[in-house]
């Protein structure tokens, strides 16, 4: 089995070239953290330059997100750049010595070949994100791996609202064989009291994740009983079945979507640990090429993959960057949590 978590994510503004050290340092700060050896922080740190470097030449300014991935035996650094500007054409700038910034041109196929996983996605006048991974035991690969056919991917986002400390959403993941379990919780309000109840959601479905949903929601809410209490929604995906069951409760959204269209699925009303009102499981198709949307009300339900032309084809972290971005809300913690197959 394997468990996916992160804590809440780094984000560091970047807007003129001295910002570009500070997002290396920190880069390799968290590397370390990590125990990654001299060499793997030393890639952590180039590809942390190279992506602010692009940020302050290409689009003006821009964010970098920052955030460790623990999988069961593993660790990865994740980075995601993420701007508003004028987009690029990404064949091009992935060629050594192309170049808009007067620069050398190597920095894309720099970060290609120093991560163990790298996509980016721009669309002209909506801008460009871009993601790499770099793992603790690199598997000696550079650009996007080929995924088998109907692997399922993941990727997310999770942000304290600015100027707290602690993150009161989390997400977290299991899979298993055929089985993927997910969880999306929002702790009432912000700070460390929103942060406590999130961890302990988390605690508590990673004890049992793959109960089906409905069970599991009350699992969670026994387990926030005393606490600040949370809006949760968990789902558990059946790929060799074609199923995917769903519970909610609170303001978490969920949705599976195709390239052609997107189906919301069904919350209740309550607070997990304070008073459910009511429990129910729902049950969804799920076809290869589907993916799988779930956010805290940190970001507006008014989206639409369908306004941007090829995202769907890209790797789920590219999909959860390009939400925030365009619907995440200021005044709140923020969680998106994308996971499926490409078609």
């Not at 990673?206 to 026994?222: A, D, K, M, V």
């Not at 198709?285 to 369908?306: E, F, Q």
């Not at 960057?321 to 490409?342: E, H, I, K, M, N």
Request: a neutral charge.
């Amino acid at each position: 089995m394997h468990l996916l978590e992160a804590g809440s994510q780094t984000r560091t503004s970047v807007e003129d070239p001295s910002h570009v050290g500070s997002c290396r340092r920190a880069a390799q700060h968290l590397a370390e953290a990590c125990q990654f050896d001299e060499t793997l922080v030393g890639r952590v740190g180039i590809v942390a330059s190279e992506l602010a470097n692009n940020l302050v030449k290409h689009a003006g300014r821009g964010e970098l997100l920052m955030q460790a991935i623990y999988d069961t035996g593993s660790i990865t650094i994740e980075l995601v750049s993420i701007d508003r500007g004028p987009g690029m054409q990404v064949e091009r700038c992935m060629r050594d010595g192309f170049s808009t910034g007067g620069t050398a041109g190597t920095g894309l196929g720099a970060i290609s070949r120093l991560s163990s996983l790298f996509d980016v996605y721009s669309a002209e006048g909506q801008g460009t994100v871009a993601v790499s991974r770099i793992d603790k035991q690199p598997q000696g690969r550079s650009a996007l791996p080929k995924q088998e056919r109907g692997a399922p991917e993941f990727g997310a986002v999770c942000l304290a609202l600015s100027g707290e400390i602690e993150c009161g959403d989390a997400w977290r993941i299991a899979k298993h064989g055929a089985e993927m379990a997910m969880m999306v919780v929002d702790g009432l309000g912000h700070g460390p009291l929103a942060s406590n109840a999130a961890r302990a959601a988390a605690a508590a479905f990673l004890q049992r994740p793959f109960e089906l949903p409905g069970e599991t929601i009350t699992h969670l809410h026994r387990a926030l009983s005393g606490s600040r209490g949370a809006a949760a929604a968990c789902a558990l995906l059946n790929i060799e079945k074609s199923t995917l069951s769903y519970a909610g409760v609170g303001n978490i959204s969920g949705s599976i979507v195709s390239t052609d269209k997107s189906r919301g699925m069904v919350s209740h009303n309550g607070i997990l640990g304070v008073q459910l009102l009511r429990k129910q499981q729902f049950e969804y198709d799920w076809r290869p090429g589907n993916c799988i949307v779930m956010h805290s009300d940190g970001m507006s339900a008014r989206w639409s993959l369908g306004a941007y032309p090829g995202l769907f084809s890209h790797h789920a972290a590219v999909i959860a960057g390009v939400l925030y971005r365009d619907f995440g809300r200021p005044r709140d913690d923020v969680t998106v949590l994308v996971t499926g197959a490409r078609p």
